[in-house]
T-cell receptor
């Protein structure tokens, strides 16, 4: 069966450290992968997109890697701040470019 | 520019009642999606549409129907609500598709539905 898995346990880190979140998928052939941020009571907000032929993407303090052999994406937030505390979701768009499916999300807590 | 608007924001239904959730987008987007979000389950795709007049099933379509009669609107219907449909429902839209486009999904603010 198809699965998109993210750590269900919250990730607790100290301010200033790098947060690394993992997204693993099985039985998908994604054209690309996206990362979203979701705050309580709000809809997800887009952060980054990485295509199947790209290894790494950066945007300010954010970095995403994509390994189609391992079927895994890593999402890094460097110099983390308490304001980065939120739930982060990965999403895949299938190669037919129609269905957008999401992982379960990982909650990040950054302590001062 | 309103983006994606969901109506209503909150609703309580009795088991067996019906209702329709409305999603409206003013960005001229082709693709629209309905998701439900339950604790620990992430976003699960219910139905989606890749253009006016088209709909398709997602991962959890049972108990729901949809219609896309106008490009800007995507309706989600519950014909006979069940307590298992208690959830937060999110609508999203994407401009459309080509491999070179750096597209992102825009989400509504969600509809919190309780079925008692």
């Amino acid at each position: 069966s198809q699965k998109i898995e993210q750590n269900s346990e919250a990730l607790n880190i100290q301010e200033g450290k790098t947060a690394t979140l993992t997204c693993n998928y099985t039985n998908y052939s994604p054209a690309y992968l996206q990362w979203y941020r979701q705050d309580p009571g709000r809809g997800p907000v887009f952060l980054l997109l990485i295509r199947e032929n790209e290894k790494e993407k950066r945007k300010e303090r954010l970095k995403v890697t994509f390994d189609t052999t391992l079927k895994q994406s890593l999402f890094h937030i460097t110099a983390s701040q308490p304001a980065d505390s939120a739930t982060y979701l990965c999403a895949l768009m299938n190669t037919g470019f129609q269905k957008l499916v999401f992982g379960t999300g990982t909650r990040l807590l950054v302590s001062p | 520019n309103a983006g994606v608007t969901q109506t209503p924001k909150f609703r309580v239904l009795k088991t067996g009642q019906s209702m329709t959730l409305l999603c409206a987008q003013d960005m001229n987007h082709e693709y629209m999606y309905w998701y439900r979000q339950d604790p620990g389950m992430g976003l699960r795709l219910i139905h989606y549409s890749v253009g006016e007049g088209t709909t398709a099933k997602g991962e959890v379509p049972d108990g729901y129907n949809v219609s896309r009669l106008k490009k800007q609107n995507f309706l989600l219907g519950l014909e006979s609500a069940a307590p298992s449909q208690t959830s937060v429902y999110f609508c999203a839209s994407i401009v459309g598709w080509s491999p070179s486009m750096n597209t992102e999904a825009f989400f509504g603010q969600g509809t919190r539905l309780t079925v008692v």
